[in-house]
């Protein structure tokens, strides 16, 4: 069984021009501070753990889960408002859609989304350019703060109790990268964010990337 999970912003959805904008104008509204919007200096590049560390600088404990449900809260409403006003800005990374869906179909492997946004902003935009979640294992910041932790959890769900035998991970930034070398996970970088030896500007190129991943025979069986 082959194991392949995605990554969302940045490598199945366009969303750079606007998501981490409107994070740090929700983080802003609510907490009324500026935060860095160079995500490689957090240790947990997620929602939920760059909040965490932004509130553990000046905030109790006890106010944390309350602060961090009303940045969600406000997050999630600015990117809806986005879209709504330019539902053309946010678009699937090339050949995104075509891809998972013909991984989907593989009997040989089983397809798991991991993302370090919050579920509810994740799955809007996944549903806004057309990408399902139905048979695919998905965990996001909404489960846990670590990457791993994420991937972990979006590998469970999607194995369904079974085992895998290789793993392979698609995303965009450095710490996409970091994880799975903790995790011993294959890395495909998606765009031109992170280097790396195994590479692709979009997923267009289907075929390719499926040779790449030893199932091309699979999928011309199938």
Known sequence: ??????????????????????????VRSVLNVEIDSDWNAY????????????LGRAWPDSEHAELAARVQERFVALVGEYLRRAPGALREIAGAKLLVERLVALPNVRVGIATGGWEPTAKLKLAHVGIGTDGIGFASSSDARARTDIMRLAAQRALRGGAYARATYFGDGAWDRRA??????????????????VAYPDLGEADAILSCLGLADVALAS
Do not use: P
């Open 1 to 26: 069984m082959h194991l392949v999970m995605f990554d969302i912003d940045g490598t199945l959805v366009d969303s750079a021009g606007f998501d981490s904008e409107l994070y740090v104008e929700a």
């Open 43 to 54: 240790e947990h590049v997620s929602d939920s753990g760059i909040l965490e560390e932004v």
């Open 180 to 197: 799975c070398e903790e995790l011993g996970y294959g890395f495909v970088a998606v765009g031109c964010g992170v280097a790396h030896s």
